[in-house]
Nanobody, 123 residues
Framework: QVQLVESGGGLVQAGGSLRLSCAAS????????MGWFRQAPGKEREFVAR????????DYADSVKGQFTISRDNARNTVYLQMDSLRPEDTAVYYC????????????????WGQGTKVTVPS
């Protein structure tokens, strides 16, 4: 089992920044690829970013490329999502997730999920 707890969400004005954190406990953190997803009201959960267990490989949704940065600190069992130049369309609940065997972008590929942290960017 892996437990994930997100933090860092909140209300931020358009153009501002936030850094989300996801603290993991349980199994060896570096064994898991990590992903960030988001779900806006009335929409399906969508992939945002992912990072390999070592941290050497990252990937982003086209909608956030150049705007968001995913990173991880395996010594601290934490993955981060730096979000810059935030826009109203970034408003969503953000979830981190851990994948034990497959590194992908589909939510079904991830085995463990946090409870989410809400990000609101008013228009």
């Amino acid at each position: 089992q892996v437990q994930l707890v997100e933090s860092g969400g909140g209300l931020v004005q358009a153009g501002g920044s936030l850094r989300l954190s996801c603290a993991a406990s349980g199994r060896t953190f570096s064994n898991y690829a990590m992903g960030w997803f988001r779900q806006a009201p009335g929409k399906e959960r969508e992939f945002v970013a992912r990072i390999s267990g070592s941290g050497r490989n990252t990937d982003y949704a086209d909608s956030v490329k150049g705007q968001f940065t995913i990173s991880r600190d395996n010594a601290r069992n934490t993955v981060y999502l730096q979000m810059d130049s935030l826009r109203p369309e970034d408003t969503a609940v953000y979830y981190c997730a851990a994948a034990s065997s497959v590194w992908g972008t589909a939510p079904r590929m991830y085995d463990y999920w946090g409870q989410g942290t809400k990000v609101t960017v008013p228009s």
